[in-house]
C-alpha cells in the first residue's frame, strides 16, 4: 500500500492529472500513464492514483491488477519528481499480463510521462 501522503484521491484531483493544463501522457497496449505538475504542489511528494475499469475484468481480477500496479509504482516512488499527480490507467490486456511485463510496463510508461 502507498503511504497516505502519496495517494491521489480526490475526483477534481484524477481529473486534473489527466486532462489539466501541462498534463502529459505516455501509453502502451498494457497500461496508459497521465502526469501533472502544478506550481501549487511543488514542494510537496508525489500523488498515485490509479484506474481500473470493468473492461479489465470483473472485481477480483481488477483488484489483483490494482494491487499489482500499486507495488510495481511503490518501488518507483523516489523517481517521481516532488509536486507530480500520476494516474495510473490499466487496459484489458493488464489483466493477462505476467508480474514481469506489467512491472516493465509501469516503469517504461512512468519515466516517460514524468520527462514530459
Known sequence: MLP????????????TAVRGPGASRAGGRLIVVH?????A????????????????????????????????????LGGIPAGMDVVVRANPAAATATWDELDLAVARQLDKACRR
Not at 62 to 75: C, E, I, P, Q
Open 41 to 76: 504542489r511543488a514542494e510537496l511528494p508525489p500523488r498515485v492514483g490509479f484506474v481500473v475499469s470493468k473492461a479489465v475484468g470483473n472485481a477480483v481480477v481488477r483488484n489483483l491488477t490494482k494491487r499489482r500496479l500499486r507495488a510495481s509504482v511503490a518501488t518507483r
Open 4 to 15: 497516505a501522503r502519496h495517494r491521489l484521491r480526490e475526483r477534481t484531483d484524477f481529473t
Open 35 to 39: 502526469a501533472n505538475r502544478t506550481d
